[in-house]
C-alpha cells in the first residue's frame, strides 16, 4: 500500500519560495505507470491541481497554466520522493497542499501541509 | 478547461436516509468521472472512479452513475461516518479538474 509523507515548513514570507517534498513507499517514483502530483486546497479556489512529474522513456513535467514561470515538481530517485518549488510566494497562496499519486484518477494523497503565507 | 458544478452545496439530512448527489460536467467526460471523501482535518480519499467503481475500503451502500455531462452519487442509508464533504473530479482532459464539493452535514 503506498504511503505519501509530506514535509517542509508551515510559514512562508511574501515574496519568498515555498519548498515541500513528499517521501514515497510502496512505489518508485520513476514508475512508468504513475505520476507524482502537486494539489493545493483553499477556501477561495477549492481543489486546485498545480502540476505532475512523471517517467516514461524519460522525465517529464506539466504545470498549470496559473502556475508558469513559477513552479518547479522535480524527482530524486536515490530517495524516492519528489519535491514542488513554488517562487514569489504572495497571501494568495495559502492553502492546503498535497502530494498525490496519480493513476489517471488521484489514488492516494500525502496527509497535507498548511502553508500559510505572511510576514 | 472542463468546469465542474455540484449540486446542493450543502445537504442536511438524518442517519439511515438515502442520500443522491449530483455532479456536471461542463462538456462531456465520458466514463472518467472520480468522486473522492472528505473529512474535516484529513486528505480527499479517491471514493469511485470510472463513474461507478468503488475504491478499496468503501462499502456498498455507495453507487456511483452517469455518463457524457450528468452524475451522481447515491448513499443508499447514510451512516455517521458518512457526513463529509464529496467532491467530483473529471480525469479526460488536462488540467483534470473538481467540482466545489457538496457538505453532507447532519440534520
Known amino acids: 500500500q503506498v504511503q505519501l509523507q509530506q514535509s517542509g515548513p508551515g510559514l512562508v514570507r511574501p515574496s519568498q519560495t515555498l519548498s515541500l517534498t513528499c517521501a514515497i513507499s510502496?512505489?518508485?517514483?520513476?514508475?512508468?505507470?504513475?505520476?507524482w502530483n502537486w494539489i493545493r486546497q483553499s477556501p477561495s479556489r477549492g481543489l486546485e491541481w498545480l502540476g505532475r512529474?512523471?517517467?516514461?522513456?524519460?522525465?517529464?513535467?506539466d504545470y498549470a497554466v496559473s502556475m508558469r514561470g513559477r513552479i518547479t515538481i522535480s524527482p530524486d530517485t536515490s530517495k524516492n520522493h519528489f519535491s514542488l518549488h513554488l517562487t514569489s510566494m504572495t497571501p494568495e497562496d495559502t492553502a492546503v497542499y498535497y502530494c498525490?499519486?496519480?493513476?489517471?484518477?488521484?489514488?492516494?494523497w500525502g496527509q497535507g501541509t498548511l502553508v500559510t503565507v505572511s510576514s | 478547461d472542463i468546469v465542474m458544478t455540484q449540486s446542493p452545496a450543502t445537504l442536511s439530512v438524518s442517519p439511515g436516509e438515502r442520500v443522491t448527489l449530483s455532479c456536471r460536467a461542463s462538456q462531456s467526460v465520458s466514463s472518467k468521472l472520480a468522486w473522492y471523501q472528505q473529512k474535516p482535518g484529513q486528505a480527499p480519499r479517491l471514493l469511485i472512479y470510472?463513474?461507478?467503481t468503488r475504491a478499496s475500503g468503501f462499502p456498498a451502500r455507495f453507487t456511483g452513475s452517469g455518463s457524457g455531462t450528468e452524475f451522481t452519487l447515491t448513499i443508499s442509508s447514510l451512516q455517521s461516518e458518512d457526513f463529509a464533504i464529496y467532491y467530483c473530479?473529471?480525469?479526460?482532459?488536462?488540467?483534470?479538474?473538481f467540482g466545489p464539493g457538496t457538505k453532507v452535514e447532519i440534520k
Open positions: 473530479q473529471q480525469y479526460i482532459n488536462w488540467p483534470k479538474t
Open positions: 470510472g463513474v461507478s
Open positions: 498525490v499519486r496519480e493513476k489517471a484518477y488521484f489514488d492516494s
Open positions: 512529474t512523471f517517467y516514461r522513456l524519460n522525465w517529464s513535467t
Open positions: 510502496g512505489d518508485t517514483v520513476s514508475s512508468t505507470s504513475t505520476a
